[in-house]
């Protein structure tokens, strides 16, 4: 029988957000013991170490369930506390999470004096980790609808772009974009989990005030004058006869994704890029920008980077392995 594309490249979907499932997901968060993957195929999770080579590096089928470690842990029991309105527990649970060695086991036991305040724990540390999931699964649903799309055929999308107005006024979407960039990146990172998903989140929030009339700055607004999308890139000059453009933000709103607002900015950047006279543009994508790769090779740009993050639990399980 012969092969279809559809065979070749399985179009794969999140399974439903069921409370067995969030249960299932936050089972494995809690399992210091394993890590787990999420199998887009079966829709369950399955331990990583149990998995054959092959089908482990295949992330098309597998996704990285949100990670959830001591240190998580410990920022909730803080969060917790601080929110705590019962002046003597709070105090007792204050002082337990000051101990060195043992403070989960005194935390425990601190909250087992009293049922109520126990409940109250367990009610707010189930909200905590089911926001990180419900944060990942829109994640994931969204990365895996854009695969979906695609990039619309080159006709189809300039018929769709004509209506779509080009700006760059940046006094008048200065506030909008900085205000996304707060919002949006602490969700872009969350499944890298704390402390790196905060680590970067914070890295991008300082270049979101570098913003000054140096950068060049395309957006894109709806026929209705609404805000679509925009691209920031910032000049790096090497010496004096050369002239870099970094682009160090990508947006386009949720609602115009699919529509070509990407190819129509990447486009404008390139020509203002080489109107000033620079030599190239570099563009780094994270998080769900990511599946923007294949329309960036189209245009020519060529792989230089990846960047990767390591969770050293990872590394140690996998040297246990090894023996």
Same mark, same amino acid.
């Given at each position: 029988? @012969?092969?279809?594309?559809?065979?070749?490249?399985?179009?794969?979907?999140?399974?439903?957000?069921?409370?067995?499932?969030?249960?299932?997901?936050? &089972?494995?968060?809690?399992?210091?013991?394993?890590?787990?993957?999420?199998?887009?195929?079966?829709?369950?999770?399955?331990? @990583?170490?149990?998995?054959?080579?092959?089908?482990?590096?295949?992330?098309?089928?597998?996704?990285?369930?949100?990670?959830?470690?001591?240190?998580?842990?410990?920022?909730?029991?803080?969060? &917790?506390?601080?929110?705590?309105?019962?002046? $003597?527990?709070?105090?007792?649970?204050?002082?337990? !999470?000051?101990?060195?060695?043992?403070? &989960?086991?005194?935390?425990?036991?601190?909250?087992?004096?009293?049922?109520?305040?126990?409940?109250?724990?367990?009610? /707010?540390?189930?909200?905590? $980790? +089911?926001?990180? #999931?419900?944060?990942?699964?829109?994640?994931?649903?969204?990365?895996?609808?854009? +695969?979906?799309?695609?990039?619309?055929?080159?006709?189809? %999308?300039?018929?769709?772009?004509?209506? &779509?107005?080009?700006?760059?006024?940046?006094?008048?979407?200065?506030?909008?974009?900085?205000? #996304?960039? %707060?919002?949006?990146?602490? $969700?872009e990172f969350s499944s890298l989990g704390y402390p790196v998903s905060d680590l970067l989140a914070g890295e991008?929030?300082?270049?979101?005030?570098? /913003?000054?009339?140096?950068?060049?700055?395309?957006f894109v607004e709806s026929p209705s004058e609404e805000f679509a999308g925009f691209i920031g890139a910032k000049?790096?000059?090497?010496?004096?006869?050369?002239? #870099?453009?970094?682009?160090?933000?990508?947006?386009?709103?949720?609602?115009?994704?699919?529509?070509? #607002? /990407? @190819?129509?900015?990447?486009?404008?950047?390139?020509?203002?890029?080489?109107?000033?006279?620079?030599?190239? $543009?570099?563009?780094?994508?994270?998080?769900?920008?990511?599946?923007?790769?294949?329309? !960036?090779?189209?245009?020519?740009?060529?792989?230089?980077? +990846?960047?990767?993050?390591?969770?050293?639990?990872?590394?140690?399980?996998?040297?246990?392995? +090894?023996?």
């Amino acid at each position: 029988m @012969k092969e279809t594309e559809a065979t070749k490249d399985p179009m794969y979907q999140m399974p439903p957000l069921s409370d067995e499932f969030v249960y299932q997901i936050v &089972f494995c968060m809690e399992d210091q013991s394993q890590l787990y993957l999420l199998d887009l195929q079966s829709g369950l999770p399955v331990q @990583k170490n149990l998995l054959r080579g092959s089908d482990v590096h295949d992330r098309e089928r597998f996704v990285d369930i949100p990670l959830w470690r001591p240190s998580d842990g410990f920022r909730v029991m803080e969060k &917790f506390v601080a929110s705590l309105r019962n002046p $003597i527990y709070r105090q007792k649970l204050h002082d337990a !999470l000051a101990r060195g060695k043992g403070v &989960f086991r005194e935390f425990k036991n601190v909250l087992k004096e009293e049922p109520a305040v126990e409940r109250l724990w367990f009610y /707010f540390k189930e909200r905590e $980790i +089911k926001q990180q #999931i419900y944060s990942w699964y829109e994640q994931q649903t969204e990365v895996l609808y854009l +695969k979906s799309l695609g990039e619309p055929e080159e006709n189809v %999308t300039d018929l769709i772009l004509s209506d &779509f107005i080009i700006s760059y006024d940046m006094k008048k979407w200065e506030d909008h974009i900085k205000e #996304i960039g %707060t919002n949006r990146l602490r $969700i872009e990172f969350s499944s890298l989990g704390y402390p790196v998903s905060d680590l970067l989140a914070g890295e991008y929030e300082e270049s979101w005030e570098q /913003f000054d009339q140096q950068w060049l700055m395309v957006f894109v607004e709806s026929p209705s004058e609404e805000f679509a999308g925009f691209i920031g890139a910032k000049p790096m000059s090497i010496d004096e006869h050369s002239l #870099i453009y970094m682009v160090r933000h990508l947006y386009v709103e949720p609602r115009f994704r699919g529509l070509g #607002i /990407f @190819k129509l900015l990447a486009d404008t950047l390139c020509k203002r890029a080489e109107q000033e006279g620079a030599d190239r $543009i570099i563009m780094e994508l994270s998080g769900k920008a990511a599946v923007l790769s294949p329309a !960036l090779e189209r245009r020519g740009f060529e792989l230089i980077a +990846k960047r990767f993050a390591l969770d050293l639990s990872s590394w140690r399980d996998i040297q246990t392995q +090894k023996g």
